[in-house]
C-alpha cells in the first residue's frame, strides 16, 4: 500500500507555521508540528506520526525543553535528556522506513527577544549534528543563513526574535529541497 503521505514534518512553533505545501505543491505533507512543542511532548505521539508511513520526516526539536528547566538551569544532563529523547523519536521514524531530516534549532534574536539560552542551543546543535553524522541521517544548519554572530536570528528573518518571515521560510525550503529533493 502506498503511503498517505510524502513528508511528514514533526517540531515546534517554528515548523508549525511554515507553509510548506507552499513550498512543496503537489506533495502530500503532514505537519505534525505543535506549538511550544518540547521532544517529551513529541514523545507521546511519534508512534502515531511514524506509521502514516511518510518515506521522508523532517524533525525539529529540543530548544523549546530548555525553557521547561529553566534558561538559565539547563544542566549537561538535561542536554542529554533531551538527546534520549531526540534519539527515540527518530529512531521510531526510521523503524517505519522514513529517511529522516534533523533541523538544527534555530537561534533566536537576543536585541528583540531578550535573555534566551543561545549557548543552549548551540550546545544542542552540536550534539544533534554529531548525532546525524552517527546514525547516517541527513543535517542542516539553518543558523548560518539566519543567524548572526552576535545577535542570533538577524532582525530582517523574524517579527518578535523567535517566529520566522516568509523570506526565512523560503530560505529554509530551499536548503531542504537541495537535501530532500526538489519533486518528492
Not at 43 to 59: D, F, N, W
Amino acid at each position: 500500500m502506498a503511503p498517505s503521505y510524502d513528508l511528514l514534518f514533526i517540531g515546534d512553533s517554528l515548523v508549525y507555521g511554515g507553509d510548506w505545501e507552499r513550498y512543496f505543491p503537489g506533495a502530500r505533507i503532514y505537519n505534525g508540528a505543535m506549538m511550544g512543542e518540547t521532544t517529551w511532548g513529541a514523545l507521546r505521539y511519534i508512534e502515531s506520526m511514524a506509521v502514516l508511513g511518510a518515506p521522508r520526516a523532517v524533525v525539529m526539536l529540543g530548544a523549546k525543553d530548555f525553557e521547561s528547566v529553566g534558561y538559565r538551569c539547563a544542566t549537561t544532563e538535561d542536554l542529554d535528556a533531551t538527546m534520549r529523547n531526540f534519539d527515540t523519536i527518530v529512531s521510531t521514524i526510521r523503524r517505519h522506513g522514513a529517511d529522516v531530516t534533523i533541523m538544527a534549532a534555530l537561534q533566536v534574536n537576543d536585541q528583540l527577544r531578550g535573555s534566551y539560552p543561545n549557548p543552549h542551543i548551540r550546545a544542542l546543535n552540536a550534539r544533534l549534528e554529531g548525532y546525524a553524522k552517527e546514525i547516517g541521517a541527513s543535517f542542516i544548519d539553518l543558523n548560518a543563513d539566519l543567524s548572526g554572530d552576535s545577535e542570533g536570528l538577524r532582525a530582517c528573518y523574524t517579527y518578535d526574535g523567535i517566529k520566522l518571515t516568509d523570506e526565512a521560510y523560503a530560505i529554509w525550503a530551499e536548503r531542504l529541497r537541495g537535501v530532500i529533493g526538489r519533486d518528492l
